[in-house]
């Protein structure tokens, strides 16, 4: 892993620092906590990883005195104590381990550093001050490389064995979070580590949501029902959304699931190195716009997947990023209207050297059940 903790190094520069400061706190709940598995490999609950000009401390507590031993590369480990809080005991170990030198500034990313740990290392470190940066690690981390890319293929097959064998149990009666219990199930049993994210189960009106968490609600012939599951498989995610009808599609819905997948379809085979990622979610938007529905398609068009099940690249229509090779990002129009039902659907598309493959291989046809 010292080749991404270097890869971050070479940045220190660019953003006026000379140290890094990344955190997973274990007594928060912490979505975004990917960067030091991405950087120096742990996956512990409970960690802070200092990058300074030459080294690098990756700090835990005693429950992960083996694993860290086994996952940690490129970083010295350090079995830190107690505190006030986990963030105190880090501050505290920084402080005080003598073989720990802080000089000069110190990153850390607005959006994962708490404020509980600013606090601390700022009344710890006065010579030391902590500059703001804004998904640095993720930028790095957007551009895969081979074995990432294996790994997401991996989750992606898992997530289209588990959509395919679900289709025999989408059926009038069963309730949302029975079909959600079963993604759940299914992808740990076909070799995930677990889901990638809760899946999202939604029929009927419910898939006017476009992130309807599944309900008691019982699926009902002539529903729509979205299904948006992914898994993590290596450490990597997929996310794929499939649209199918129970029982026969009237031609509102056929309609509908005609403009989204044409949406989806030239938006993901306009996926290649260059490509603007503002301009392939205006051209997904166009097509539903000129059809008629652009004021139902409220989201953007995509994100990138990785360690992370949203990450850098996103796909919206303000963004000034371009497509790389070795980008994996999702393409996922869709249509939403409260009083009649909600259309998504979503693949994960490698940004190869001269294109785009699509991963997803389930069926994108309207599929009726
Ligand atoms: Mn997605």
Known sequence: ????????????????????????????????????????????????????????????????????KEQ??????????????????FVRELKTNKAIKIRGRVGFEIARLTYDMHRSFTAAFPSAPLVET???????????EAAEIAATRRAVEITDKVFNSLLSDIKPGVTELEISAEVTYRHMKFGAEGDAFEPIVASGLRSALPHGRASMKKIKSGEFVTLDIGCIADGYTSDMTR???????????????????????????????????ADLDLLARKIITDAGYGDYFTHSLGHGIG?????????????????????????????????????RIEDDVVVTADGGEILNKSPKHLIEL
């Open 134 to 144: 804004t998904a640095v690690v993720e930028q790095i981390a957007a551009v895969k």
């Open 243 to 277: 649209t199918v009808v129970v029982g026969k599609a009237s031609a509102e819905q056929k309609k509908i699931y005609a403009i989204v997948l044409d949406a989806q379809q030239r938006a993901a085979e306009a996926v290649k190195p260059g490509a603007g990622c």
């Open 307 to 343: 360690l992370e099940v949203h990450g850098h690249p996103r796909l919206f229509k303000n963004s000034k990023d371009k497509l790389v090779t070795g980008n994996i990002v999702t393409i996922e129009p869709g249509i939403y209207i409260s009083d009649f039902g909600g259309v």
């Open 1 to 68: 892993m010292l080749h991404r903790i270097d890869a971050l190094r070479r940045k220190f520069r660019s953003l006026g620092v000379a140290n890094f400061l990344l955190t997973k706190l274990s007594d928060i709940h912490h979505e975004g906590s990917s960067s030091i598995r991405y950087l120096c490999g742990f996956t512990g609950s409970n960690a802070t990883l200092l990058i300074t000009g030459k080294d690098a401390f990756l700090l835990t507590d005693g429950r992960y005195v083996t694993q860290a």
């Open 72 to 89: 940690v590369k490129g970083a010295t480990v350090i079995i830190s104590g107690g505190g006030s809080s986990a963030a105190d005991g």
